[in-house]
Each structure stands twice: as C-alpha cells, then as structure tokens.
C-alpha cells in the first residue's frame, strides 16, 4: 500500500497556522504569525525594480551574486567583526530557512543528534527531523531563559554533532550572553561539535545591546555555521534571500546542495539586497530598533496590565507570557480562551517544547504596525 514516507511522519505541524486560521474565523487580530509587516525600505524596492529592468533575471551562480556575497562580506565585517571570503565562505540561499536546511543536508548524517536550547523555533526542529537527524534538548530557564554549562554538557552523548543557536531568539527573545556564548564555544570544542547559529533577528536587539555573532568569537570560525537573512530586517519574507556563511569545506557543499534544492535565490532579488546592505545608513538600523522597542514596551506594559506577565524580550520581536489565569488545561487551550475572550490570537507555548514546560505561556508577535498592535493591546488590556 502507498504511504507517506517515515520521515514525513515525523515531522510536526505548526500550530500557528491552525491558530490563523480560527483568528480569521472570529474577525481577531493575529498576533500568532511572525511576519513583519512594516514598510520595505524605499531603497530597497527601486533597485528590485531597477534590476527586473536592467535584465539580471537569470540564475545566478549556485552560491549567489558575486554583488551580493560581497555585500555580505562587508557587512559581516562591519556588524559582526568577522572576516569571510565571498568567493568561498559565504552561500546565499532561499531564504535563512534554505541556507540552514542546505547547511544540515551537507553536515548532517541520519542519527546525528544536535542540540536545540527550547523553547526552539519550530523549523529548526522540523528542518532537524526532515534531515533525519536527532534533537536533543536543553531546556532554558524561565523568565529569564538562562542556562547553565552543565545543562549542556549533560545534553552531549557520543552521538552529538552539533549545536543549534538562534540569537536572538525566536520565540523567547534571548539574547545569548557572551559568557553563555563562551560556553558554547567551550563545549563544542571539546566535544568537536558543528554549532549552528540563526542570527536572523541580529538587528532587532534592546535596550542598548549589541549582536554577538558566536562565529565571531576565538577558534569558532572553523566549526560555526552561521545563517542569517534579510527577510526580517527589511521586511522582505516573501523574497527568500539568506544565506551561510562556513569555512569553503563546508561551503563548497552547502553550496552544491543549495543548486540542487532551489538552483539560485532570486536573481533580481539578491541584486537589490546588495544594494540596500551597502546603501542603507547606520540610521536605518538604529530607527528599527527604536521603533520595535515601542512595540515591546507598548505589549508588555498591556500584558501585565492583563494579568498576563511577559518574559520582557532582549531581541527579536516576539514575546512570551504567562497565561496561567486564564481557563483551559494546556496552552492550546488557553490560547483558544484568549481568542474568544479578546479576540487576539496567540501561539500556544507547546509549540516551543518537546516536553510539557510550554503548558502556560503563548507567544505573541509584536511586528505590527502601530494601529493594529494598538487595538490589539486595548483588548488584551479589557480581557476580565
Ligand atoms: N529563523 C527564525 C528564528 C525565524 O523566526 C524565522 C521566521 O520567522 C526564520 C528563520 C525565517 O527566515 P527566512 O525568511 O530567512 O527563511
């Protein structure tokens, strides 16, 4: 009998669309879904249209314009102080969700585990499962989502080959320390682990901090994977562009593998974010994170106005409260309550776990424009 294969079984589907969809039903505001919907940088969308003219619609080279790998390359050093060769380090893919499932294609054998700090994004697990490799977790300590080194090192089995973080972190907004990166770095180099970095949120930091790459740190280059894109900065997800950035004996095969699952990013696409990654001022940047640091405080003054205490994030733009008061055995629940009762939609917490530690908390997304985050805090604020 025909059947999906065992690899299809396992992977698990997200709930956030399930909770769009029954917010549609009942007219609410979706605070579930991560897109950005705030404005492309001007920029940024005249040089797409300049590029559609200008006749650069042909696949690019299997690893990306040489325009735009060199744009990264200036940037990685400006932003992240980190020096990588565009002509053998960097692969730009579809999206940072193609550079990393790219990255685990080329790096990853069938039972390698790999170490997810959780609460996790959930690509990063499915993307996990989808390679068939094994998750383990380390399960960060609320509110605070700390860890301690010996959370990981009981993590590690023979068995382990990498370590997955994403700073900051979709959905609890950490943003990894440098002693916390340190410990990383520690672990995977005595245990000789791949350590995997999401940096996709990099430039949505608070409260004054400032990105640190863990590729950037001693001895790290020659086993980090970073991956990172452009979707979030300048509200392109709908583009696809992101890419890695590894030592050429990984590239040269993440990049092989990139060619063989989506050909090229789009070419048109890629040109322009050249542009907008080297025209773009220093300002542009600083106006973001003010303007996302509204946002939080704007969502985490209304959440605890609703008895519904916030893990105040340090980075990205989402935000995890405890919905412990409101009715309903498991967060789906809760989530559903909320919904009804407010008619703001939420992410239920076990999205985010393996285990049952996501139980009372949901994640609400603050990349909204103002009106809508607005209204959306006004309900929160009424919920009795
Ligand atoms: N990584 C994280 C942590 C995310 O939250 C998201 C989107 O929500 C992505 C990656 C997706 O990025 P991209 O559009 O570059 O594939």
Redesign the pocket.
Known sequence: MLSLSDRAARIVQAEIRNMSIECEKVGGINLAQ??SDTEVPPLVRRAAQVAIDEGVNSYTRYDGLRELREAIARKLRRHCGIEADPESEITVS???????YCACLALLNPGDEVILFEPY?G??LNTLLAVEAVPSYVTLRAPDWTFAPEDLERAISPRTRGIMV?TP???SGKVFSRSELEAVADAAGRHDLFVFT?E??EHFLYDGRRHVSPGSLPGMAERTII??????TFSI?GW???YAVSRPRWAKMIGYLNDLVYVCAPAPLQRAVAVGLDELPPGFYDELRSKYQRKRDRICAALKRAGLPPCVPEG?Y?VLADVSRLPGETSKEKAMNLLRKARVASVPGEAFFHGSAGESIVRFCFSKQDGELEEACRRLEGLD
């Open positions: 991560g897109v579809a999206g940072s969700t193609g550079a990393f994004y690509y990063h994403c972190a979709n959905p999401d996709i949120y991956i990172s894109g452009l979707s979030k997800t696809r562009i992101g990205a989402y």
